[in-house]
């Protein structure tokens, strides 16, 4: 909101006089600017803010200027202080356009028949104390309709006086700026995730590096630890504890949609029913979770993390879909080729993850639009839910598929790929495969600036038998290849800060070693550059890691190496 100048101080400025001092106006200046929405696009300084007439009679209409105030757009009403309450006395139509009402309905009322029960109470406040002290005022204000129906309203107010200095009138233009506002709302919503993106990047490094080191050591003492230690529980707890919030970490970053997909086979049937405590928690008393689960459903690769929150993002839609309770059903299937046919997926087999509700449902308008980014019908919604869901299960090579009618509630499936794995006949390749050399045979480089990871990475495979060499730095590596030191495959963290960074050491020992094995470590996955990156095809390890994931992943980089 903001309020123009006293009238003893309009008083002092120069005025616009028009019509031999039939009328004089007072400029704006750029004094009256409190709408996110401005009809000019820029600050409006020639226009009145307040103005001094000779005649104060409404009766005149068969002028040029009564028509343009008929055949504006521009929402316009006067009201008329001197009477009890400060009545309407004048609307055009596009006022009446604007809100739904007759003239009959509007004249002699005050303008707070727009209020309704979400209008800011302070905005109210804020009007009225410029109509007490004879001020121009410009606000945004929610109002409705004479349906029921809320917009936002673009108000700009300002006092009309006699040329005495009596106040006659107060004159209203108005602006329906509900998709602007939404708009900047959206907007303003995109860049808090982006702030929240960036500061989840600047502690998940770090953080992550610390998981490592606890949930490392905790898995060195466990194997250590004796068949019958009563040490064994307690560690085994912390671990779950440490890798826990290592997933809380990579959640903040996907929500934010800073964490790069880490995809792996699993069963959504697991998923499901490891995630089914969330979903019951975050559904809450008036709904009930049905689960309606295929039995055999084959794998499919696919991001755990990411599943699960654009499985939240939907049964959220679902449950808010549903104000007045009923059951919300997360089954899974196999795709059958017909409706694989009516998405348009390439031949093959596919399973799908479902939530159905028993909501509004929506209209074909709606359901064409549920998945672009801001698009909402929720009132405090973001409109980016089932934008992310979208991108996710693209990304996923999959198909996100909505039915939905009004009043015939919602099915949302979430189609993915079998896994090639979980095919008939596949992995026979990989069941034939030659044992890796070990033990002296092998030698790993390792590099890392956090000397407790490095030592323990030093740890971990030097218990497998490996022949580890260690570095702090991209540079001391490049040194120890520059010596004649043999090197199998490098194991290197991305972001070592003060010097050359993890893709930088890889493009520079490739040049000295053509075909050298390389897996990648890090805390944060959007530390890695996007397609067509030096980071493209890279295999990486996100920390915290168990022992045998490392182990698993060092034994597979060498068995790709040419």
């Known amino acids: 909101m903001v309020l123009g100048p006293e009238k003893d101080d309009t008083l002092k400025k120069p005025l616009d006089v028009q019509g031999g001092g039939q009328s004089m106006g007072v400029p704006a200046d750029g004094e009256v600017e409190g709408s996110i929405a401005n009809p000019l696009g820029n600050p409006g300084v020639k226009h009145w803010q307040a103005s001094y007439i000779e005649h104060g009679g409404l009766e005149e209409r068969g002028n040029i200027f009564f028509a343009a105030v008929e055949m504006t757009r521009m929402p316009m009403v006067v009201t008329d202080p001197r009477q009890e309450d400060n009545p309407i006395v004048f609307a055009n139509n596009a006022f009446l356009d604007l809100t739904g009402y007759e003239e009959k309905d509007v004249l002699g009322r005050n303008c707070r028949l727009l209020q309704g029960p979400d209008t800011d109470r302070a ?33 700009y107010l300002g006092p009309i006086f006699d040329q005495d200095g009596k106040l006659l009138y107060f004159f209203a233009s108005q602006m329906d700026i509900t998709e602007r506002r939404s708009r900047q709302e959206s907007y303003l919503q995109s860049q808090k995730m982006e702030a929240i993106g960036q500061l989840s990047a600047g502690m998940a490094h770090d953080f992550n590096n610390l998981l490592q ?112 309770g009923g059951a919300v059903t997360v089954g899974t299937t196999i795709l059958s080729a017909e409706r694989r046919r009516d998405l348009k997926l390439p031949d093959g087999d596919y399973v799908c993850i479902c939530v159905l509700d028993q909501g509004e449902g929506m209209t074909e308008d709606v359901r064409r639009r549920a998945t672009e980014p801001f698009f909402t019908t929720k009132g ?63 030698h790993i480089l390792v590099v890392e600036d956090n000397d407790d990871v490095r030592e323990l990475a030093d740890g971990m495979l030097s218990m497998a038998g490996y022949q580890v060499l260690t570095a702090p730095s991209g540079e001391r590596a490049l040194a120890l290849l520059d010596g004649g030191a043999k090197v199998d495959l490098l194991f290197t963290d991305v972001i070592m800060p003060g010097g050359m960074n993890g893709l930088q050491l890889i493009a520079a020992a490739r040049q000295k070693r053509p075909g050298l094995p390389v897996l990648v470590t890090t805390g944060y996955m959007d530390e890695l550059p996007g397609r067509g990156g030096r980071g493209e095809g890279l295999d990486v390890l996100a920390k915290p890691y168990h022992h045998q994931e490392l182990l698993d992943r060092i034994k597979a980089a060498l068995k790709r190496a040419p």
């Open 380 to 442: 405090p919604g973001t409109g980016l839910g089932l934008a992310m869901v979208h991108g996710f299960v693209q990304q996923s090579r999959g198909k996100l598929d909505i039915e939905s009618a009004p009043g015939e509630g919602t099915r949302v499936r979430m189609v993915f790929p079998v896994s090639e794995q979980a095919r008939p006949g596949a992995g026979a390749a990989d069941e034939e495969a030659p044992v890796l050399p070990r033990g002296g045979d092998c």
């Open 123 to 155: 905005t109210v406040a804020e009007v009225r104390q410029a109509v007490a002290e004879q001020r121009a005022v410009a606000v945004d204000i929610l109002n409705y309709k004479a349906d029921g129906t809320p917009f936002w309203n673009g108000l």
């Open 213 to 324: 080191v606890i949930n490392g050591n905790l898995e060195v003492a466990l194997l250590g630890a004796g068949a019958g230690s009563g040490a064994l529980e307690p560690i085994r707890r912390a671990q779950r504890a440490t890798m826990q919030a290592g997933k809380l970490t990579q959640q903040l970053l996907s929500f934010a949609r800073k964490q790069r997909l880490e995809p792996r086979s699993l069963s959504l049937n697991s998923l499901v029913v490891e995630f089914s405590d969330m979903l019951v928690r975050t559904l809450g008393d008036k709904l009930a979770l049905r689960l309606d689960l295929r039995p055999g459903l084959p794998a499919c690769t696919v991001d755990p993390v990411y599943l699960e929150m654009a499985l939240l993002n939907v049964v959220i839609n679902a449950r808010d879909a549903m104000p007045q």
